[in-house]
């Protein structure tokens, strides 16, 4: 076989290989619009009870109602996760930049979790925000940051719904500027958990995993999704953790100066 042949040969494979992830995402895609429908019907039927078109409702039946309504939304930002890995899978991830201030996402951030830490016990603050103004996609490292704090609360506290406030120990969201060869910022989510034992780690990013010790929420879909799109912006997510000592993931993405 010549080389030309097998130059052929491989890019025919190639080729076969992007047909089909991106009938993938179609058929995900099309698959989510299909279930999405009947649940955003369902979400609207019980805000309607909610709201008392439908007679009052017992406190017991609007407790019912309202964790129907969660059960809704986990419903569907599982579908969204699996329709955004299919994306990212396909190479389908798109960037948006545009200059902005690292240390008011971040705030953005914390803000947004705060209830969710509060919930759990667990205190959610700042560390450092001397990341600077850059210019990279201020809507994707919001996403990316999402993600780990969320993770944080649920995994790396000791705390649960109805824990005393601070129980549940610290989750630290900072951004800090790094200089060298390279100059990237630096955000990083801290927790004082459990940690994750090392011959776990490598599982982390890996869709459909969740670690042996973790809680069963979810499609573990979150952190591979976070790396697909940390490595759109040319960086990456990495994890620093060790069994009782906690865990930080960092992003980290080149130091763009805003304009």
């Known amino acids: 076989m010549t080389e030309s042949t097998e130059l052929k040969e491989a890019q025919a494979g190639n080729q076969e290989i992007e047909l089909v992830r991106e009938s993938k995402v179609r058929l995900v895609r099309a698959f989510s619009h299909d279930i999405k429908n009947p649940l955003g019907a369902a979400d609207g039927f019980a805000q309607l009870m909610l709201d008392g078109l439908m007679g009052d409702l017992s406190d017991k039946q609007q407790d019912a109602v309202t964790r129907i309504r969660a059960s809704i939304a986990t419903a569907l930002s599982i579908i969204n996760n699996v329709v955004e890995f299919a994306r990212a899978e396909a190479g389908q991830i798109e960037i948006r930049p545009s200059p902005f201030a690292t240390d008011s996402l971040v705030r953005e951030v914390v803000a947004e979790h705060g209830a969710a830490a509060e919930a759990a016990g667990v205190t959610l603050a700042t560390g450092p925000l001397d990341g600077g103004r850059i210019t990279s996609d201020a809507v994707r ?4 940051l999402g993600h780990l704090v969320s993770n944080a609360i649920r995994y790396g506290g000791a705390g649960g719904e109805g824990v005393a406030p601070g129980a549940g120990g610290t989750v630290t969201v900072s951004a800090t500027l790094e200089t060298g060869d390279l100059s990237r910022v630096l955000f990083t989510v801290t927790d004082e958990g459990q940690g994750i034992p090392e011959d776990e780690q490598h599982l982390l990013f890996q869709e459909f995993q969740r670690l042996q010790g973790g809680r069963k929420e979810g ?10 799109i940390a490595r759109a912006l040319s960086g990456d997510v990495i994890v620093d953790s060790a069994t009782g000592r906690g865990s930080t993931f960092t992003l980290r993405i ?4 805003a304009a």
């Not at 499609?219 to 697909?228: D, E, F, P, V």
Request: charge should be positive; proline fraction near 11%; glycine fraction near 12%.
């Open 219 to 228: 499609t573990g879909l979150g952190l591979a999704i976070s790396r697909h």
């Open 254 to 257: 080149p130091a763009v100066p």
């Open 141 to 144: 490292i919001h996403q990316i």
